[in-house]
């Protein structure tokens, strides 16, 4: 519909970025620091949406802070909560980056599809696999 739209515009200038779509996992706590949201990549490889991960991240660091004391303690539950709501974000990564770079995908594509479409349904996004099948036929 967008594209239709814009069929007859004539684009004064067209600017892009790249943006990143990997996640910073491996940087999620260092010394002292924790960080949460888009500082450890927590961005939809999908969508590019960051705002809600960002929250979430957040509201999960809050509430380990708040039943923890020892630093070692909150920094372990913290990795291992970001690891559960958002590891797939990393199988997302390389499903984008292997269409991006025309690699072929693999069985493992099934599932990460699945994963996608949990992404852009949780981010309130009308998603259906048939209708992008349909869209390509
Ligand atoms: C053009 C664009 C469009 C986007 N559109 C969407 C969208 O439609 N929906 C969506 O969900 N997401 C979107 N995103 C992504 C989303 O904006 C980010 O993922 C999200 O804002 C990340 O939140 P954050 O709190 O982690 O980081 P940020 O919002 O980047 O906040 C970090 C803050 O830290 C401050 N800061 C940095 N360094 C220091 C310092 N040394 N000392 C003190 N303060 C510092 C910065 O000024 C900033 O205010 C978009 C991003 C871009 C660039």
Redesign the pocket.
Known sequence: MVDEALRYVQPGFTVGRK?RMKPLFENMVRDKVIG????IG??SPIT???????LESAEILVQIMKRQDDPDMIKMAYRKQIMKAYGYYEHLYDLVSAIQNGRTLGLSALRTSLQARRDLIG?GIDFSIRKVIRHFL
């Open positions: 943006i949460v949201g888009e500082s927590l961005v590019g949406e960051g705002i809600l991960p960002a981010f």
